[in-house]
Nanobody, 124 residues
Framework: QVQLVESGGGLVQAGGSLRLSCAVS????????MAWFRQASGKEREFVSL????????YYSDSAKGRFTISRDNAKNTVFLQMDDLKPEDTAVYYC?????????????????WGQGTQVTVSS
């Protein structure tokens, strides 16, 4: 059983940075594609970024492109999301998710394992 635990959220002013971490236990990180999603209050969960298991390529939503960077440390079994130039519209609960299938997807339904989420609040 895979367990995901996020950390690193908090309150930051617009233009600031945060680094989210997702510690994976129970299985080797390299066995999964890892993604970050977020859910703002009253809105649906949306894709943010993906680190593909099959290609080792990274993918980003349009809103995250150029500001966020996903990375993984297989030795530490941890995935990171570096978020720079944060904006108030980035305020949300951020979730780490894992997918064992080789194909890639941006759909939340395609991920079988989820963390509990970490709150990110960006003040203007």
């Amino acid at each position: 059983q895979v367990q995901l635990v996020e950390s690193g959220g908090g309150l930051v002013q617009a233009g600031g940075s945060l680094r989210l971490s997702c510690a994976v236990s129970g299985r080797t990180l390299s066995s999964y594609s890892m993604a970050w999603f977020r859910q703002a209050s009253g809105k649906e969960r949306e894709f943010v970024s993906l680190f593909s298991r099959s290609t080792s390529r990274t993918y980003y939503s349009d809103s995250a492109k150029g500001r966020f960077t996903i990375s993984r440390d297989n030795a530490k079994n941890t995935v990171f999301l570096q978020m720079d130039d944060l904006k108030p519209e980035d305020t949300a609960v951020y979730y780490c998710a894992a997918r064992w299938q080789y194909s890639d997807t941006y759909a939340a339904a395609g991920y079988g394992y989820w963390g509990q989420g970490t709150q990110v609040t960006v003040s203007s």
